[in-house]
């Protein structure tokens, strides 16, 4: 859990469907648990690597409906991506039954835009952070969710799709974020709410920063492999200030730089 939540972004899901049998496990469960060790013996050195580029935030949230049949609920999840490599990430059952994939796939929205207003005060509260805060853009691989949180008309009477809807809308209008549309295939948040094949997976996790680091090379740009913690606090003083790395009040065991 503290190994997912940190840098592990690859195994979130498996994290999260594990833990609801942590109560009443059987067999069936240990050998999950065994396949998710034996996974990450194999990509020991994974990290995320961080380039610099590019240095604007922008999300991807993704539902599946009805993921699990004896509770009746969605999963969701999202992914947010600053200087090519994740910061902030989440895969969550959710907390209501919702009754389409548009439902499912707008809680999802709104819980990513929710955490993109958080991270853009964040970034706005760095002295310095130099680039203007601009609208964050959320990418999403269901046309109708958006066009939901686009429309002002809210005709259901589902008060959690209300309320939700409402946040989406006053967070479209004041220019927090943006909403985008994004094939299936490319949404980085795909891996969040369902299993994927080896070669999916491997391609999402590079999308989002994660990969060996002896393979990151570049002929005159330092890539640091920072956890999501760290990322956070010393963004300040590494390489998102002007693209490159810098070494200033940064502690070794804290950052590895690679040129």
Known sequence: MYLMNCIRLDIAYAIGRLSRYTQSPNQDHWTAVRRVLKYLRGTINYGLCFSGFPSVLKGFSDANWILDSDEMKSTSGYVFILGGSAVSWKSAKETCITRSTMEAEFIALEKASSEAEWLRNLLADIPLWTRLASSVSIHCDSQAAIAKAK????????????????????????????????????????????????????????????????????????????????????????????????????PTRFVQLIV
Do not use: W
């Open 151 to 250: 429309t002002k008309i809210f005709n259901g009477k589902n008060r959690h799709i209300r309320l939700r809807h409402n946040i989406v809308q006053q967070l479209l209008e004041i220019g927090v974020i943006s909403l985008e549309f994004v094939r299936s295939e490319l949404n980085l948040a795909d891996h969040l709410t369902k299993p994927l094949n080896k070669k999916l997976v491997e391609e999402t996790s590079r999308g989002m920063g994660l990969m060996p680091i002896i393979e990151v090379k570049s002929d005159d740009r330092a890539y640091s492999a920072l956890t999501k913690v760290e990322c956070l606090l010393l963004m300040n003083t590494i390489f998102l200030m002007d693209g490159r790395a810098h070494d200033l009040f940064v």
